[in-house]
Structures are given as structure tokens and as C-alpha cells.
């Protein structure tokens, strides 16, 4: 069904819904800077699901010249240069809430805007969803107890093989494991979940960046990859088993590498792609070389979702000096994914390059 909807669309520029995140952080920001750049109009349609007064808040806070304009009717959305076409879908108008501080409010208002954004995409009302951040602590004062988008994006679309690939400058990184306390992860790195990623890194690189047989660099957990079991030995116990049986499924992917020097190698295009075993083992190099312009996208659902590589900064939201980068770079890879899946469902197969 999808397969159709997209030979249907055809070359319509596509329709992009925004999630304006978490109401009290900079999301209504850098949406309303993302916006205002003519660059980012050109080639898809956008569409902010969020709070209409937040929207026009976060607009008069920055003398923005463009206005929000509500829509009432998703399957007519359109919108001149200078309008911000909103569709906000909490029942009650959201108006009195403190900027910069977690509340359960604008925890679940965050929420609705993601669950909204779903509906809409499995509707084909939307093309794809673009994530402005949430507030974690928020949504789950809310009451809403999920680690992330990521996860509830799995719940909401019944999906059972999700993971979390982050692109930013040469890498492109995907995640074994997303918000896990350190002293729990040991748990949490199965052979299950490691080769689980690898498949989800194999995937994205060939369907979404078309490499033909992608290589994967697989990231080993202990200094010096264990040093052969003298600090550590889940590098023998689980990690090169998991690569094991990926090579099976014939995947390119490598033994267990020291995680110091892999990442400088994936820069330099020794891969195509890596393995991170945890949330920082991966993040830090990516922010170190691109914190501004990275970008999130969900793998494995059957909607397309980009999001923001940063967060909902609630030390400077309000203040109008949020960098809209990563908010332009997610949505300018979710236009060029929509029109990857729409040439794929035209020829009926996959575009690769290697
Ligand atoms: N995509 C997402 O939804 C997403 C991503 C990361 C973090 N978060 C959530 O955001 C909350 C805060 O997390 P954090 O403090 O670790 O990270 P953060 O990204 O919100 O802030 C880290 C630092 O970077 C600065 N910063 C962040 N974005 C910026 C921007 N666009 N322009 C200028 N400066 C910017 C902040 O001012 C702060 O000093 C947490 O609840 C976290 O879970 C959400
Ligand atoms: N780990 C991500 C980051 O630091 O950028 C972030 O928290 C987003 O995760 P979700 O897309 O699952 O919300």
C-alpha cells in the first residue's frame, strides 16, 4: 500500500511535518529560524505540528516576518512565502507554562505532537516527520515513560527492529543501545542487540545512502577491545559472535575494534558506517566534529523520521539565540529520503551506488 501511495505522489514536492518538541525548550525556536530560510521551501511542503500560540510566540520573539496560519484541514495544506501553516492537535489551547523548566504539560503536549505526526504518516497525509526535541524528564512527568522518540516511535508504529542511526560530517553511527545507565548496559549488550544494529547499520546504509555492500565498522566495548580478555572479555563473549553471525547473513562487518582510533578511521572512509555499542561511545565523536548539523533518523519503522542532533537546551530557550543547523540539515535529509523511497517504488528496487 505505501509501495502505491508513492508511485502515486509521484514528483509532488514533499509534505514535511515538523514536531515543534517539548513547548518549553528551543523547538518553537529553531523551527521558526528553520522556516524563515527560502532554502529550506524549496523542493517539499512544510507543515509544524505543534501548539498554535507557542508557534506565534516563538515568531514574535524573533521580529520573525513570517506568520502562523492555522490549518484545519491536512489534506489542504498550503502555505505563501511568509506563513508558517500550523496543525495543533491538543484539545485545549497551550498557553501558560514556564519556558525552561520540565512540566508535565509540555511533556505530553510533545508527545501529542509525535503521536499526531504518525497518524498523519501512516495516513500518507505526510510524507515524512522532522523531530524537534523533547524534553525527556518532561515527557515522562507526563506520563509518558519512554527513553526517547525512538522507542515510542517503535511503540506507535508496532514496530519490532527500530534503532537509532545519528549522521554528522564523514560518520554515520548507529546505536546498540539508546539511553541506558551505564552500570546496566553490560546487560543490555547481547549478542541479540548487537547484531540487531549491525543489520539496522547495513540496512540504512544501503537503502537510504545507497551503498551497494556497505562496510561496518563494529565498535569493541573494553580498552584496547579487551587486550585479549586482560580488560574484559565481552569482546569474545558477545561482540564477535554477534559480527559472526552477521558475516553469515553476509554483511561486511568488522571484528571488534578498539573504539579510540575506530571512529578516526570511519572519518578518514575506512567505513562506510559504524556499530556503537552506547549513547556516548558514539555521540561524542559525532558532536565533536558536527554538534550543529548532525542528524537523527529512526531505522527500521515504516515511516521516514529525521530529527535534531541536540536538545532542548533549556539554559537559552527563550532568548532567541538557538542555531536552527541541525533542524535544516534533518529536514533536508528527510526530503531527499522521501524521494529515495519514491524512486525505489518506482523501479521496484533499491538504488546503490557501491
Ligand atoms: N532529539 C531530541 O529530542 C533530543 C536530543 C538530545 C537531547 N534531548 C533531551 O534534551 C534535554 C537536554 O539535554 P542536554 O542538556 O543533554 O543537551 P542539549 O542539546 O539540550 O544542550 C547541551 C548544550 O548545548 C547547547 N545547545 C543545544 N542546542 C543548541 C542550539 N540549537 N543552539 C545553540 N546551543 C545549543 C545548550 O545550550 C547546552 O549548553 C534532555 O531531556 C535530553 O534527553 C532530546
Ligand atoms: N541520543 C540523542 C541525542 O543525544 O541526540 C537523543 O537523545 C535523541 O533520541 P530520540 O531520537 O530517541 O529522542
Same mark, same amino acid.
Given at each position: 500500500?505505501?509501495?502505491?501511495r508513492?508511485?502515486?505522489?509521484?514528483d509532488?514536492?514533499?509534505l514535511?511535518?515538523?514536531?515543534?518538541?517539548?513547548?518549553?525548550?528551543?523547538?518553537?525556536?529553531?523551527?521558526?529560524k528553520?522556516?524563515a530560510?527560502?532554502?529550506?521551501r524549496? &523542493?517539499?511542503r512544510? /507543515?509544524?505540528i505543534g501548539s498554535?500560540?507557542?508557534? %506565534?510566540?516563538?515568531?514574535?520573539? *524573533?521580529?520573525? +516576518? @513570517?506568520?502562523?496560519?492555522?490549518?484545519?484541514?491536512?489534506?489542504?495544506?498550503?502555505a505563501?512565502?511568509?506563513?508558517?501553516?500550523?496543525?495543533?492537535?491538543?484539545?485545549?489551547p497551550?498557553?501558560?507554562?514556564?519556558?525552561?523548566?520540565?512540566?508535565?504539560?509540555?511533556?505530553a503536549a510533545?508527545?501529542?505532537?509525535i503521536t499526531?505526526?504518525?497518524?498523519?504518516a501512516?495516513?500518507?497525509?505526510?510524507?515524512?516527520m522532522?523531530?524537534a526535541?523533547?524534553?525527556k524528564?518532561?515527557?515522562?512527568?507526563?506520563?509518558y515513560?519512554?527513553? &526517547?522518540?525512538?522507542? /515510542?516511535?517503535?511503540?506507535?508504529?508496532?514496530?519490532? %527492529?527500530?534503532?537509532?542511526?545519528? *549522521?554528522?560530517? +564523514? @560518520?554515520?553511527?548507529?546505536?546498540t543501545?539508546?539511553?541506558?545507565?551505564?552500570?546496566?548496559l553490560?546487560e543490555k549488550?547481547?549478542?541479540?542487540?548487537?547484531?540487531?544494529?549491525?543489520?539496522?547499520?547495513?540496512?540504512a546504509?544501503?537503502e537510504?545512502?545507497?551503498?551497494?555492500?556497505?562496510?561496518?565498522?563494529?565498535?569493541?566495548?573494553?580498552?584496547?577491545?579487551?587486550?585479549?580478555?586482560?580488560?574484559?572479555?565481552?569482546?569474545?563473549?558477545?561482540?564477535?559472535?554477534?559480527?559472526?553471525?552477521?558475516?553469515l547473513?553476509?554483511i561486511d562487518?568488522?571484528?571488534? /575494534?578498539?573504539a579510540?582510533?575506530?571512529?578516526?578511521?570511519?572519518?578518514?572512509?575506512?567505513?562506510?558506517g559504524?556499530?556503537?555499542?552506547?549513547h556516548d561511545?558514539?555521540?561524542?565523536?559525532?558532536?565533536?566534529v558536527?554538534?550543529?548539523?548532525?542528524?537523527?533518523?529512526?531505522?527500521g519503522?515504516?515511516?521516514?523520521?529525521?530529527?535534531?542532533?541536540?536538545?532542548?537546551?533549556?539554559?537559552?530557550?527563550?532568548?532567541?539565540?538557538?542555531?536552527?543547523?541541525?533542524?535544516?540539515?534533518?529536514?533536508?535529509l528527510?526530503?531527499?529520503?522521501?524521494?529515495?523511497?519514491?524512486?525505489?517504488a518506482?523501479?521496484?528496487s533499491?538504488?546503490?551506488?557501491?
Amino acid at each position: 500500500m505505501a509501495r502505491d501511495r508513492d508511485r502515486i505522489a509521484g514528483d509532488r514536492p514533499p509534505l514535511l511535518g515538523i514536531t515543534m518538541g517539548d513547548p518549553a525548550g528551543i523547538g518553537p525556536e529553531v523551527v521558526a529560524k528553520a522556516l524563515a530560510k527560502a532554502s529550506v521551501r524549496r &523542493g517539499c511542503r512544510l /507543515l509544524v505540528i505543534g501548539s498554535f500560540p507557542v508557534m %506565534e510566540r516563538a515568531l514574535k520573539l *524573533l521580529r520573525s +516576518p @513570517l506568520k502562523a496560519v492555522k490549518v484545519t484541514d491536512v489534506g489542504l495544506v498550503s502555505a505563501g512565502p511568509k506563513q508558517v501553516p500550523v496543525w495543533d492537535p491538543l484539545p485545549q489551547p497551550l498557553d501558560s507554562f514556564e519556558i525552561g523548566k520540565a512540566a508535565p504539560e509540555t511533556g505530553a503536549a510533545s508527545v501529542s505532537f509525535i503521536t499526531e505526526a504518525v497518524r498523519l504518516a501512516e495516513a500518507g497525509l505526510i510524507d515524512a516527520m522532522v523531530t524537534a526535541p523533547i524534553n525527556k524528564e518532561a515527557m515522562h512527568m507526563g506520563g509518558y515513560r519512554y527513553p &526517547g522518540h525512538t522507542e /515510542l516511535l517503535a511503540d506507535l508504529t508496532k514496530s519490532t %527492529e527500530v534503532g537509532m542511526m545519528i *549522521l554528522g560530517g +564523514p @560518520l554515520k553511527i548507529m546505536f546498540t543501545t539508546t539511553h541506558v545507565a551505564l552500570r546496566e548496559l553490560p546487560e543490555k549488550l547481547t549478542v541479540t542487540a548487537i547484531v540487531k544494529a549491525i543489520r539496522l547499520a547495513d540496512l540504512a546504509l544501503r537503502e537510504s545512502f545507497c551503498i551497494r555492500k556497505p562496510r561496518i565498522g563494529v565498535a569493541a566495548l573494553n580498552p584496547h577491545a579487551g587486550e585479549h580478555g586482560l580488560f574484559g572479555d565481552e569482546e569474545q563473549t558477545t561482540i564477535q559472535p554477534a559480527v559472526a553471525q552477521a558475516r553469515l547473513a553476509g554483511i561486511d562487518a568488522s571484528d571488534p /575494534l578498539p573504539a579510540d582510533t575506530l571512529f578516526g578511521k570511519a572519518a578518514r572512509g575506512a567505513y562506510d558506517g559504524v556499530v556503537a555499542l552506547y549513547h556516548d561511545q558514539g555521540l561524542i565523536p559525532l558532536k565533536l566534529v558536527a554538534f550543529g548539523t548532525c542528524v537523527n533518523m529512526t531505522v527500521g519503522l515504516p515511516i521516514i523520521r529525521t530529527s535534531v542532533d541536540h536538545g532542548t537546551a533549556y539554559d537559552i530557550a527563550g532568548r532567541g539565540v538557538a542555531e536552527p543547523g541541525s533542524l535544516l540539515e534533518a529536514i533536508k535529509l528527510a526530503a531527499q529520503l522521501v524521494r529515495i523511497r519514491r524512486q525505489a517504488a518506482r523501479t521496484g528496487s533499491r538504488r546503490t551506488s557501491r
